[in-house]
């Protein structure tokens, strides 16, 4: 699956898969399991064994024999189960210590990313929708995958393996009047948010006999949001895994979170639109007079607090895509844009890392270098 480092194998590792029961093949440095496509190859099982524990690079390119269409390498790309490596590499990899080259080389076979920059390569469209049959960049993003019938597994595949979009614009969604309703500069959260906090601040303390109480249940909202953060970013922008293997789970998958790993590096879907904003805030205003309940004021101070909390995870959350930080904040842009192009399955915190601590979930990928890319 992307994000998943895969293992390096030694040759005689790879050769000694020469059976119909676990039958691997190579091409270059590539390992694929094809031990499923025996029985189903069009010339015969026997023709895969013959060549099993074997590369089979110049057969299926061999004219005279018969040369291979892209669909045959697609199959391949789908049975991608580790790298061939030599002795000294493959025992590194397996007591966790593979080289910086080697993980890199993993990282950039099962995401198309080498190294951070990598996000900012502009996807050639066309040669990129003829490879993986996904989505045309070029036509409106939203109908195509509503129509499309891609399945859970592919869509997954697909958005995990990041695209750029002429210079980091905004590829067309919804192709007509709704375009503009799809894209929010990243100014427009303070300038809205920032003076309802402001307000709401003012009319919290106002009602408060002890200004220490009042600060602390404001401090307290922002930490929670710190914890609001990292759920809503693990269990429903993340929501893999529980995702419904259908076009409408799909879809409000892909508006909701996916688009953005899709195009990481699109700035203007990048903060939360105002509207979906006050969607998701509505129920928290709840949630805070629920809990505490015995103090108006103090609730709507905890909640500004936890709004303000907001503002500031969705502008570090743009300044990590777009801009040239401090050193602190230039090491938490490469913690979560590893998270976008190694390991999407950890690394849920923006603001910080504290909460990926607590539960297990820091990413530990060191940071992939430089390596010379292969077609």
């Known amino acids: 699956m992307p994000g998943k480092i895969l293992p390096t194998l030694t040759q005689a590792e790879v050769e000694s898969h020469d059976n119909a029961k676990s039958c691997y093949v190579t091409i270059g440095s590539k390992v694929y399991d094809v031990t499923s496509f025996v029985d189903d190859h069009?010339?015969?099982?026997?023709?895969?064994?013959?060549?099993?524990?074997?590369?089979?690079?110049?057969?299926?390119?061999?004219?005279?024999?018969?040369?291979?269409?892209?669909?045959?390498?697609?199959?391949?790309?789908?049975?991608?189960?580790?790298?061939?490596?030599?002795?000294?590499?493959?025992?590194?990899?397996?007591?966790?210590?593979?080289?910086?080259?080697?993980?890199?080389?993993?990282?950039?076979?099962?995401?198309?990313?080498?190294t951070e920059e990598d996000l900012s390569v502009e996807t050639d469209i066309v040669q990129d929708y003829q490879k993986h049959k996904f989505l045309d960049l070029n036509k409106p993003l939203l109908m195509q995958l509503w129509t499309s019938g891609f399945s859970k597994q592919f869509y997954l595949e697909q958005i995990h393996r990041p695209r750029h979009y002429k210079g980091g614009e905004s590829a067309p969604l919804f192709g007509n009047f709704l375009e503009p309703l799809s894209k929010t500069a990243w100014y427009v959260v303070p300038i809205i948010w920032l003076p309802c906090i402001a307000y709401g601040t003012t009319v919290g303390f106002s009602g408060m006999s002890s200004v220490s109480a009042a600060a602390g249940y404001w401090v307290f909202g922002l930490f929670f949001w710190t914890l609001i953060e990292y759920v809503m970013h693990r269990f429903l922008f993340h929501i893999d895994t529980l995702l419904p293997d259908n076009r409408v789970g799909i879809t409000l998958h892909f508006l909701l979170h996916g688009i953005h790993h899709y195009l990481p590096m699109d700035k203007y879907r990048l903060v939360m639109p105002p509207t979906l904003f006050v969607l998701l805030a509505a129920p928290f205003w709840k949630f805070a007079h629920a809990v505490i309940f015995y103090d108006w004021h103090a609730a709507v101070l905890a909640y500004c607090g936890g709004v303000f909390g907001y503002v500031c995870?969705?502008?570090?959350?743009?300044?990590?895509?777009?801009?040239?930080?401090?050193?602190?904040?230039?090491?938490?842009?490469?913690?979560?844009?590893?998270?976008?192009?190694?390991?999407?399955?950890?690394?849920?915190?923006?603001?910080?890392?504290?909460?990926?601590?607590?539960?297990?979930?820091?990413?530990?990928?060191?940071?992939?270098?430089?390596?010379?890319?292969?077609?």
């Open 42 to 114: 069009p010339g015969g099982g026997d023709l895969i064994l013959e060549y099993a524990g074997k590369d089979v690079g110049e057969i299926m390119g061999d004219v005279v024999s018969h040369e291979h269409s892209e669909a045959a390498y697609e199959i391949l790309d789908d049975s991608l189960v580790g790298f061939l490596g030599t002795d000294s590499t493959t025992k590194a990899s397996a007591n966790g210590a593979a080289s910086a080259e080697e993980q890199a080389r993993a990282v950039y076979e099962s995401t198309g990313m080498a």
């Open 313 to 375: 995870y969705d502008m570090t959350h743009y300044f990590l895509h777009h801009r040239n930080l401090p050193s602190y904040y230039k090491q938490l842009k490469k913690y979560h844009l590893q998270h976008h192009f190694a390991d999407f399955d950890n690394g849920f915190g923006v603001t910080s890392r504290f909460w990926d601590v607590v539960f297990g979930t820091e990413l530990e990928t060191p940071a992939p270098t430089k390596i010379v890319k292969t077609q």
